[in-house]
């Protein structure tokens, strides 16, 4: 069955580097896009990042742009999300998508991100 396992998350300080990964299963992950959203408490989920299936085109929300890339390999099915000069506005859920149309559009669990000193 389709899987989308994000993976490290956790708490670091203002100013430092974490790494997510999402380890995708039981589709052929060199098809679809993939986005990272995010969701703090008492917000919506917000896109942060998206990579076109091929990995050409990256596109990023203003508030991570230049902070925040967006990679993928196609041969481990894995899309990470490397993000630098935290701010405690990044402390969010952070959720990998897996997207080819309406119809096949896949979710993982999340990975928690906490940035506060």
């Known amino acids: 069955q389709v899987q989308l396992v994000e993976s490290g998350g956790g708490l670091v300080q203002p100013g430092g580097s974490l790494r997510l990964s999402c380890a995708a299963s039981?589709?052929?992950?060199?098809?679809?896009?993939m986005k990272w959203y995010r969701q703090a408490p008492g917000k919506e989920r917000e896109l942060v990042a998206v990579i076109t299936s091929a990995g050409g085109s990256t596109n990023y929300t203003p508030s991570v742009k230049g902070r925040f890339i967006i990679s993928r390999d196609n041969a481990k099915n894995t899309v990470y999300l490397q993000m630098n000069s935290l701010k405690p506005e990044d402390t969010a859920v952070y959720y990998c998508n897996a997207i080819r149309s309406p119809r096949l559009d896949y979710w993982g669990k999340g990975t928690l991100v906490t940035v506060s000193s």
């Open positions: 039981g589709f052929t992950f060199s098809g679809y896009a």
